[in-house]
């Protein structure tokens, strides 16, 4: 299993916001803290509603044996992703419930798939909307909940399994334009 990361230069373990990506944040403050530190709710409603979509990807390790059983729907509890898939999107809908500076919007569309490997499930989250905020969060939220979904139905099996690499890979629309995650050449996944 692999849980380490390394870059094009051989650095190991470098923190994800460290690596190279294609777009950079235009705007470092932090907009969710008050001129006294405390914490608010930016204040969306001066926006125009855009289209904007996010899309988000983790993985969760396993044995290859739990992988089997996965992909030939052999696991006791049921068909693992597709009730994955149901509860990334209950949780795309649901993220202002869980992320308290979150704001709640209407999510116009999710899709969650997933790529089966030897020992590992990929999953990825996509999630849309017109509004006047992006949906990272949603779509971050809904691929965790989706590998602890994973996990869930299959600990009985694999209690060892490793949720990890959960990162935001693209996000398009509103005013900081289009961000796009470099590719990491070791990522065999292709989803």
């Not at 649901?94 to 919007?105: N, Q, S, V, Y």
């Not at 569309?109 to 997933?114: D, E, G, K, M």
Request: proline share 4%.
């Amino acid at each position: 299993m692999r849980h380490t990361t390394e870059d094009r230069t051989g650095n190991r373990d470098r923190p994800a916001l460290e690596r190279e990506t294609v777009g950079s944040m235009s705007d470092l403050s932090f907009t969710h803290l008050d001129p006294l530190g405390r914490a608010r709710m930016v204040d969306v409603t001066p926006k125009d509603p855009t289209h904007r979509r996010a899309v988000a990807r983790c993985k969760v390790w396993m044995t290859p044996e739990t992988t089997a059983a996965i992909a030939n729907r052999e696991v006791k509890k049921g068909d693992v992703l597709a009730v994955a898939r149901v509860a990334g999107i209950q949780a795309a809908k649901r993220t202002a419930d869980m992320i308290p500076l979150c704001h709640p919007l209407l999510v116009g569309a999710v899709s969650i798939n997933f790529e089966i490997g030897d020992d590992f499930v990929a999953v990825e989250a996509q999630v849309d909307t017109v509004d006047r905020t992006g949906v990272e969060m949603e779509a971050l939220h809904a691929c965790a909940t989706a590998a602890l979904t994973i996990y869930d139905m299959c600990k009985s099996a694999d209690r060892a399994m490793v949720i990890g690499d959960l990162a935001l890979w693209e996000k398009t629309g509103g005013r900081s334009g289009t961000y796009r995650r470099a590719a990491d050449p070791d990522d065999v996944t292709d989803l």
